[in-house]
Nanobody
Framework: QVQLVESGGGLVQAGGSLRLACAASGRPFSSYAMGWFRQAPGKEREFVSGINWSGGSTLYADSVKGRFTISRDNAKNTGYLQMNSLKPEDTAVYSC???????????????????WGQGTQVTVSS
């Protein structure tokens, strides 16, 4: 079992930055890939970014490429999502997720992730 807890969400003006953190417990953090997803009101949950178990491979949705950076610190059992140049359309509940996959690949489908955090609200005002 893996428990995930997000933090770092909040209200920010357009153009601002936030750093989300995902604290993991349970299985060794380095045994799984990690992803960030978001869900805006009235919309489906969508993939934002993912990182493989070692941090050597990353993947981004086109909508956040160049603005968001995913990283992980296996020694601290924590993953991060640095969000810069935020836009109002980035407003959503952001959730981290873990996939028991220990390869160079980065999963990006919802069904590939077995464990999910509760989510943290990110609101970007115009």
């Amino acid at each position: 079992q893996v428990q995930l807890v997000e933090s770092g969400g909040g209200l920010v003006q357009a153009g601002g930055s936030l750093r989300l953190a995902c604290a993991a417990s349970g299985r060794p953090f380095s045994s799984y890939a990690m992803g960030w997803f978001r869900q805006a009101p009235g919309k489906e949950r969508e993939f934002v970014s993912g990182i493989n178990w070692s941090g050597g491979s990353t993947l981004y949705a086109d909508s956040v490429k160049g603005r968001f950076t995913i990283s992980r610190d296996n020694a601290k059992n924590t993953g991060y999502l640095q969000m810069n140049s935020l836009k109002p359309e980035d407003t959503a509940v952001y959730s981290c997720a873990a996939a028991t996959l220990r390869t160079g690949s980065v999963p990006h489908f919802i069904y590939e992730y077995a464990y999910w955090g509760q989510g943290t609200q990110v609101t970007v005002s115009s």
